[in-house]
């Protein structure tokens, strides 16, 4: 298994409430990501990084923040939880160099926002 | 824009059972196509990939997806299912650039009975 380890695996927040998710990696992959999967939807993109202090959104970014200090750590901040960001988030991590295009994921966090 | 549509949402099948799972994309650029499984309370692992090459590619445990342009399909099957293979399925393409991004379908849900 790819070295990723997101933290927490289960949070319960109130809504209003900061929340942040961690995601860290052993690989040294250049790109790490944040998707949210929902029922229906599959897994949509948050927001990725290319790089320390390197950001992008992704297609439902809006709510979050993401923030990549060092190549193993992305930190994705939910800035005040509403009950539509209830969901099982995803982090994963690839080098997109040539042919090597797979991503790995971590385990999920599950999020409930109440 | 690119896009993914996984056909059906639920397959049940019986136990040693062939079974096809299907998935359309929408891409104007060169095509890298994906199929990832999640089996219970797991993240997501690579099954198979289409690069280029063999229109025909294989995973290591009998699941088979075949890439057809014209018809702008990647369909996977499996000859003869077990009820270990129950999980859930995403396929998935790779967005434009080179940053690695995934777009997924919505997930299909195979539900092997014995």
């Known amino acids: 298994d790819a070295g990723i380890t997101q933290s927490p695996r289960h949070k319960v927040t109130e809504t209003g409430t900061p929340v942040t998710l961690r995601c860290h990696q052993t690989?040294?992959?250049?790109?790490m990501y944040w998707y949210r999967q929902d029922p229906g939807h599959g897994l949509r993109l948050i927001h990725y990084?290319?790089?320390?202090?390197?950001?992008d959104k992704g297609e439902v970014s809006d709510g979050y923040s993401v923030s990549r200090s060092k190549t193993e750590d992305f930190l994705l901040t939910l800035e005040s939880a509403t009950s539509s960001q209830t969901s099982v988030y995803f982090c994963?991590?690839?080098?997109?160099?040539?042919?090597?295009?797979?991503?790995?994921f971590g385990q999920g966090t599950r999020l409930t926002v109440v | 824009a690119q896009s993914v549509t996984q056909l059906d949402s639920q397959v049940p099948v019986f136990e040693e059972a062939p079974v096809e799972l299907r998935c359309n994309y929408s891409?104007?650029?060169?095509?890298?196509l994906f199929w990832y499984v999640q089996y219970p309370n797991q993240g997501l692992q690579l099954l198979l990939k289409?690069?280029?090459?063999?229109?025909l590619v294989e995973s290591i445990n009998g699941f088979e997806a075949e890439f057809n342009k014209s018809q702008t399909s990647f369909h996977l099957r499996k000859p003869s299912v077990h009820i270990s293979d129950t999980a859930e399925y995403f396929c998935?393409?790779?967005?434009?650039?080179?940053?690695?991004?995934?777009?997924f379908g919505q997930g299909t849900t195979l539900q092997v009975k014995p």
């Open positions: 690989e040294n992959h250049r790109y």
């Open positions: 891409s104007s650029v060169s095509v890298y």
């Open positions: 998935a393409v790779k967005g434009s650039g080179n940053t690695g991004k995934l777009i």
């Open positions: 990084s290319y790089g320390v202090k390197d950001t």
């Open positions: 994963a991590i690839s080098d997109p160099t040539g042919w090597n295009t797979e991503a790995f």
């Open positions: 289409y690069l280029s090459g063999s229109t």
